[in-house]
């Protein structure tokens, strides 16, 4: 597909709290069906990683939405760049999953990932092509984004035969923080250098984020839920005696980080885990002798509803600070007759919740996933969508925030997917 500037076919609008929810349905790309990489570049605009995973042969595609001017651009399809057409036959260069980080010189700094069929295979799972040389996934390429002319510079290929799950850029040391898809490995990549440094297994499951303090330290989870942190100048991975909050009636199995954002001094990190509690916590780094995490309770619900059914339906994701410096996240509400997923909005002073409005499927079906958020400069919040075809963002304009008026800036935008 050429690139088609300004373009997208359809956008709706429906009145919630304190605001309105728009979609964008990007009909442009009609088999995609994903977004999982979202964030806001150095020039306030959204960049988008449109992912094609359920229909073989697909590339992923990168976009942008111009907050100003309200208009999207599809900029690049990813794979041709990397060497890697879709129809090579390869497992397809079709995701980037939460590896889209922006740069303060304005590029974008990236990492593919797998789960796309080859061309004309249905489906497609990395063990049954491990070794062959026609249809395995040969890889993760990391690579550089310049928007301003559109150019990827392919890096290469460091981690072999997977994908990468989810990257945190400390810029200072120009060094990435990684995990590997599906072997689960932990690993450092030297910019400058070249150098990648793989620090092992880091359990069965993988965890969806990395992030980072104000020191450097990185930061994700075993499959318990025990933190574990990546020393920046050693690169020394070690297991805290900290655990993410869970029932007593279990031991943490699967509290995996899932999502996590800085608060809004920067000192302490709000996050969710891929668990069976869906519930929010608060972790302060710099608290104790190794940090403190701060049990916030159920994100969202009456706490006598169990979630432990499924882990895909109850999960909270897309996590970001609004202008009022309130957080703000998704969770679905299974307890209702008809479960629709919703937006929140958490008071992190007082814990108050409340309901922003469903994501109901303005003009397409309703939100099955939502992947990831991001917020422009002027307050507005940005939610990806995950799992249909044609996939979508939608677009949280609270009736306080104003256009041309800055609340953020690019110190607000997180470093890491």
């Known amino acids: 597909m050429e690139k088609e500037k300004k373009a997208h076919s359809r956008k709706s609008v429906m ?9 964008i349905v990007f009909d442009k790309l009609p088999h995609h069906d994903s977004v999982w990489g979202l964030t806001t570049g150095k020039d306030g605009r959204i ?10 042969g697909l590339s992923v595609f990168i976009l942008s939405y111009d907050p100003d001017a309200e208009e999207l651009d599809y900029l690049v399809e990813v794979a041709p760049h990397l060497g890697e057409p879709p ?20 590029r974008f700094y990236c990492a593919t990932h797998a789960s796309g069929p080859p061309w004309g295979d249905p489906y ?10 026609i249809k395995q996934f040969n890889g993760s390429h990391f690579f550089i984004f310049d928007p301003t002319i559109d150019k990827i ?26 995990i590997t898809w599906p072997r689960n490995h932990f690993f450092v990549f030297y910019l400058n250098t070249r150098q990648y440094k793989d620090l092992g297994r880091i359990g069965d499951i993988n965890p969806q984020a990395v992030f980072l303090d104000e020191k450097g330290n990185a930061y994700t989870t075993d499959d318990y ?21 869970h029932e007593p009636y279990r031991r943490g199995w699967h509290n995996v980080l899932y999502d996590v954002v800085p608060s809004p001094d920067g000192r302490s990190f709000y996050g969710t885990d891929w668990g069976y509690e869906s519930r929010i916590w608060k972790f302060t780094p710099e608290e104790g002798k190794c940090g403190k995490i701060n049990d916030l309770g159920r994100a969202f619900g009456p706490e006598s509803f169990k979630t432990d059914s499924s882990l895909q339906d ?5 996590l970001v600070f609004g202008h009022d410096q309130k957080l703000y996240y998704t969770m679905m509400a299974g307890w209702e007759r008809s479960p629709l997923k919703y937006l929140i909005r958490l008071n992190i002073e007082t814990l108050e919740r409340e309901v922003i409005g469903p994501f109901s499927g303005i003009t397409g079906p309703d939100a ?48 890491w997917g």
Do not use: M
């Open 15 to 23: 009145r919630v709290k304190d605001g309105v929810l728009e979609e």
């Open 47 to 56: 960049y988008i990683a449109v992912c094609g995973e359920g229909y073989g």
């Open 87 to 106: 129809d090579s036959g390869h497992a397809t260069q079709c995701k980037i999953h939460y590896c889209i980080i922006p740069g303060s010189d304005g």
């Open 124 to 133: 497609w799972i990395p063990w049954n092509t491990w070794d062959d040389p």
């Open 153 to 178: 510079d392919d890096l290469g290929i460091y981690l072999k035969k997977e994908g990468c799950r989810a990257l945190a850029f400390d810029e200072k040391r120009q060094k990435f923080y990684g």
């Open 225 to 245: 839920g025990y933190i574990l942190k990546c020393n920046p100048e050693t690169d020394e991975l070690l297991r805290l005696d900290l655990q993410l909050p």
């Open 314 to 318: 109850y999960q909270i994701r897309g």
């Open 368 to 415: 099955r996933t939502i992947a990831s958020a991001t917020q422009d400069y002027y307050g507005n919040l940005y939610f990806a969508q995950a799992g249909g075809s044609p996939t979508q963002i939608y677009i949280y304009r609270p009736d306080a925030v104003k256009k041309g008026v800055k609340v953020f800036n690019w110190k607000d935008i997180k470093q």
